[in-house]
């Protein structure tokens, strides 16, 4: 065994380090996925679908034995502006908050973004009504 | 921990100073109605913690159900309550919000960007 794969197997924080270049083919879609292109040395999510796998427990250990598809729930702003998805496993219920890629699929991470905005928890009704009762004095 | 007063069901946020009353039979939230902050009590594994839980993101989990997702400033855990009956419904509607502010790309670039990556990406204005 030379002396990189050494460090890769017994290194915990071999790949917080070190970029990540392998290939994969994502579980949920198909998507061939590549390392290259996405703006980061540490992809985490398919650019496609922007699903993840459950791998991690501290970033870049590959320590989980969860292994469960982390589905996207939401996008939230980060203190520099930037975007980043919240992931949840769905087998354990883990939440993570992972970078956007340069490459992720704008129109996936958009519908993301206006999913609160089509649904009936907060009713357009609901928002009449408050605005009517801001405006009576 | 949650500010509970002579245990007649006040709720005190710690974070933006509201309070708010509960019924004998209601539960005691679990984040603030007003500023939708919680306080991270222990994290995953059993340990105390402390930090503010601030509200980042709303996520729709049913088309029925919202829940808050909120990030610890403290340790940066990051977990999830469900939205309640007498949450602030503009602090919702602004947290959600947040991002479409501030997109990462130019909003009205999408359908092009789109279609670069093979999907179709309808922007609405129903000319066609």
Redesign the interface.
Known sequence: MNRENKKRKYDKKYYRTHPCTDSFTCKICGWPVVSAGAGTNHRNHCP?CLYSIHLDNEPGDRESECHGRMEP?????RKN???AI?H?CIRCG????NR?AADD???K??AL?????G????SRN??RE?TLSMEER | MKGIKDQIKTYRCLNCGWTSLFSETESMPDHCPNCLSGIHVED?EENECGGILEP??????T????EI?Q?CQFCGE???VP?TEKDN??K??SI?????S????P?ER?EE??RI?G?S?DTGGKQK
């Open positions: 496609n729930i939401g996008v939230w702003v502006g930037e975007w919240i949840r883990k939440i993570s908050s956007v699929n704008p129109m991470l958009m973004a206006m999913r609160p905005f649904s009936s928890v907060i609901e928002i408050m | 995953e980042v993101g709303i996520w729709v989990r088309e029925k159900e919202w997702v990030r990051m977990r999830t939205v419904r503009i919702i509607l959600a919000s947040k991002p479409i501030s997109p990462p790309f909003v999408i960007l789109t990556m999907g990406g």
